[in-house]
């Protein structure tokens, strides 16, 4: 697709999971796009609280979006997502799987599960047992609490479709922001044992071709 479309610049981190997301999304829809990698100091130059990225993003967190076609800046994952599909996905290939109502509804609500709930309490489990600079049992017993009972409500949701994709009839965006929260199940020291259904759907994804590729890319990006 899209040879005449200049190269969008997806703003990442090594290993964070949100923009892996956009980068799926964009390998999705074939949109070209190069990487630029910061890390999380307040380096001035590489720092993603650095004045060089504030000036993209004033939150000073990956993702950020730019397109050099429409002179367009965006951050957060959702709404860089929300970009991408509006301007790039006009024959909705990543986007509600039917046209009405209850379609929108279903789409946004699963979205916003992940970008509400699931991402941040496995970010909290993280930051918890692993960057927290003293231990705090009861802090890190209330989010992994709270990401398993995550967990549970996508496994119910899963079961819809046999673990195909979160919201039945094909894979969309939705399945693109759970699967890098998703995939560091094992980084939070979660099991995925007691879940079939998010364990077959990881695996499903982990074989597409726009994930695999957009891994690739952002590795690459990262190396330079
Ligand atoms: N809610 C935001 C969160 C963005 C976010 O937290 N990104 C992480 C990397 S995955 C980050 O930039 N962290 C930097 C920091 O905490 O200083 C989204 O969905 O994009």
Same mark, same amino acid.
């Given at each position: 697709m899209a040879t005449h479309i200049k190269p969008l610049i997806l703003h990442t981190h090594a290993?964070? =999971?949100?923009p892996i997301k956009i980068a799926i999304a964009l390998e999705a829809l074939g949109i070209p796009f190069t990487v630029k990698c910061w890390d999380f100091?307040?380096?001035?130059?590489?720092? #993603?609280? &650095?004045t060089a990225f504030l000036q993209i993003n004033e939150n000073g967190r990956v993702p950020a979006l730019e397109d050099p076609n429409t002179g367009i800046i965006s951050w957060e994952s959702g709404a860089c997502m929300n970009y991408v599909r509006r301007v790039y996905d006009t024959a909705n290939?990543? &986007? =509600?799987?039917?046209?009405?109502g209850q379609d929108l509804v279903d789409f946004e609500k699963w979205e916003y599960f992940l970008l509400t709930t699931l991402g941040p309490m496995t970010g909290q489990v993280n930051w918890f047992r692993r960057c927290h600079p003293r231990k705090d049992e009861d802090a890190l017993q209330r989010y992994t609490a709270q990401t398993y009972r995550c967990y549970d409500v996508l496994e119910s949701q899963l079961q819809k479709s046999e673990g195909m994709? #979160?919201? =039945?009839g094909r894979v969309s965006a939705v399945d693109y922001h759970f699967e890098p929260w998703v995939r560091e199940h094992s980084f939070a &020291? *979660?099991? *995925?044992?007691?879940y079939p259904m998010i364990h077959k759907w990881l695996a499903l994804m982990h074989a597409r071709e726009e994930v695999q590729e957009a891994y690739y890319k952002i590795q690459a990006g990262t190396a330079k």
């Open positions: 290993t964070g =999971p949100n100091s307040d380096d001035p130059e590489i720092g #993603v609280k &650095g290939k990543i &986007g =509600p799987c039917g046209s009405s994709s #979160v919201i =039945p &020291g *979660l099991s *995925l044992d007691t």
